[in-house]
């Protein structure tokens, strides 16, 4: 079982940043990948950033350049530092954590699931 709590939810101007934080616990941190993943109301789900066990971080193309996903192991937390932020960036962040091997990007490989934090940017 893992459990995994998100912060750093807020409300920001356009152009301004924001760092999301993913604390986990319960199993060993290094043996899962970890991905974010965004839900804005009436949109489904859909993937942002991961950091696969043993490969490079990935993130998907509308926010390449101004979203960063990092890991600190000795704190078991993942972080999406996001900058440049539009107001289409608007949504309830999930960070999510997955077992699988090689590059799990669709919600049905992850296996747990945090609260979510919501992401409001005002134009």
């Known amino acids: 079982q893992v459990q995994l709590v998100e912060s750093g939810g807020g409300l920001v101007q356009a152009g301004g940043s924001l760092r999301l934080s993913c604390a986990a616990s319960?199993?060993?941190?290094?043996?899962?990948?970890m991905g974010w993943f965004r839900q804005a109301p009436g949109k489904e789900r859909e993937f942002v950033a991961a950091?696969?066990?043993?490969?490079?971080?990935y993130s998907t193309d509308s926010v390449k350049g101004r979203f960063t996903i990092s890991r600190d192991a000795a704190k078991n937390t993942v972080y999406l530092q996001m900058n440049s932020l539009k107001p289409e960036d608007t949504a309830v962040y999930y960070c999510a954590a997955s077992f699988r091997a090689g590059f799990p990007r669709y919600v049905g490989e992850y296996d747990y699931w945090g609260q979510g934090t919501q992401v409001t940017v005002s134009s």
């Open positions: 950091n696969w066990i043993g490969g490079r971080p």
């Open positions: 319960g199993r060993t941190f290094s043996n899962y990948a």
